[in-house]
C-alpha cells in the first residue's frame, strides 16, 4: 500500500481545511487509516483513526472528522475551526490492526506529509 497526502496549506485561525489520503492497492478498504501531526520540535500527534469506528484524540475532538470513500481509495480529514496549534505536518497511515490506532507503532504503511499552517 502506498499512500499520498496531500490538501495542506496556509489557513487563518477559525477556518477550515481538507486533507486527503490517497491509497493505492486494491484492498486498502481492508486497512483501519489514521491520522497523526507532528509540530516543529515536538513529538508526533495522534489526530484520529477510521476503522470499524473512529477515535479522535482530546486535542482536536469536536473539530476534526475522518471519513473514506473505498471507491475512491480515498480517507480524508475534515478540519475545521483551526487554531494556530493545530499547525503541523499531518501524516496519514495505514494498518491492520483490532486496537491501539492511537500508537504509530501498529501502523504499517505511511504517508509523506503535508503541511498545515494556520495563522492567528
Known amino acids: 500500500v502506498q499512500l499520498q497526502a496531500s490538501g495542506g496549506g496556509l489557513v487563518q485561525g477559525g477556518g477550515s481545511l481538507r486533507l486527503s489520503c490517497a491509497a493505492s492497492?486494491?484492498?486498502?478498504?481492508?486497512?483501519?487509516v489514521g491520522w497523526f501531526r507532528q509540530a516543529p520540535g515536538k513529538e508526533r500527534e495522534f489526530v484520529g483513526w477510521?476503522?470499524?469506528?473512529?477515535y479522535y484524540g482530546d486535542s482536536v475532538k469536536g473539530r476534526f472528522t475522518i471519513s473514506r470513500d473505498n471507491a475512491k481509495n480515498t480517507v480524508y480529514l475534515q478540519m475545521n475551526s483551526l487554531k494556530p496549534e493545530d499547525t503541523a505536518v499531518y501524516y496519514c497511515?495505514?494498518?491492520?490492526?483490532?486496537?491501539?490506532?492511537?500508537?504509530?507503532?501498529?501502523?504499517?504503511?505511511w504517508g509523506q506529509g503535508t503541511l498545515v499552517t494556520v495563522s492567528s
Open positions: 497511515a495505514a494498518g491492520k490492526f483490532y486496537s491501539g490506532g492511537h500508537s504509530s507503532s501498529v501502523y504499517d504503511y
Open positions: 492497492g486494491r484492498t486498502f478498504r481492508s486497512y483501519n
Open positions: 477510521s476503522g470499524y469506528s473512529t
